[in-house]
């Protein structure tokens, strides 16, 4: 396997390399994922397929549920609204694909669900990655003045109080996959994932 850090807008590779390509919760970051999507399709050969994989931060339901927790919920969808991004964009998958011209695109959505009977996800989905999103926000948050930092505390915390024994969390992501048509000995796949930067 090789790593190759580039820009999603000019990939460094020839035009069809690739067999099948995985996106994993990048085209939400982006500004312009119609134009990553066709970037994406220069490189994919004739008959290849993509998975793409998004989630919808509107989707987001969760018990215990107050006043504070959603309100720091919002400040991750504002935060990224803010900076060009779109938080929602699971539900748009569908167009987007057939927008930049790919054929036969069927979008499945596929609901994540946490309660303490599963402690892997209640440890690694919601501490680890979802309530990690929203603390990721808490500097920006606060300087444009979305909530003060006494609310914003109550919040994170009353967010934590969903990974206790009584505690529900559900999340919808929306997965596209379409059959892979190719009959080559050797598959080569593009996978590309979220890089955060410094």
């Known amino acids: 396997m090789e790593f190759v850090q580039a820009d999603f807008h000019d990939l460094p590779f020839e035009n069809k390399s690739f067999d099948h390509i995985f996106v994993c919760f990048v085209l939400e970051h982006l500004q312009d994922p119609i134009d990553a999507l066709n970037s994406l399709k220069r490189v994919l ?13 509107g989707s987001c339901y969760f018990y215990p549920e107050t006043k504070e927790a959603i309100n720091v919920w919002e400040c991750l969808i504002e935060c990224q609204k803010i900076f060009g991004c779109n938080p929602m964009i699971g539900r748009e998958i ?15 959505p596929k609901v994540v669900y946490v ?41 994170i915390n009353d967010l934590y109080k969903t990974t206790e024994s009584d505690g529900v969390f559900f999340f919808t992501t929306f997965l596209k996959a379409s059959e892979l048509n190719n009959t080559h000995e050797s598959i080569k796949f593009l996978f590309l994932l979220q890089q955060e930067i410094e």
């Open 45 to 57: 050969k004739d008959g290849g397929s993509i998975t793409v994989i998004e989630g919808d931060h």
């Open 94 to 108: 569908y167009p987007l694909l057939t927008g930049s011209g790919f054929k036969e695109v069927q979008v499945q």
């Open 115 to 155: 309660d303490s009977s599963k402690p892997e996800l209640v440890d690694g989905f919601n501490k680890k990655t979802i309530i990690a999103m929203v603390e990721g926000v808490k500097e920006q948050a606060l300087d444009m003045n979305m909530v003060d930092g006494e609310s914003w505390q109550k919040g």
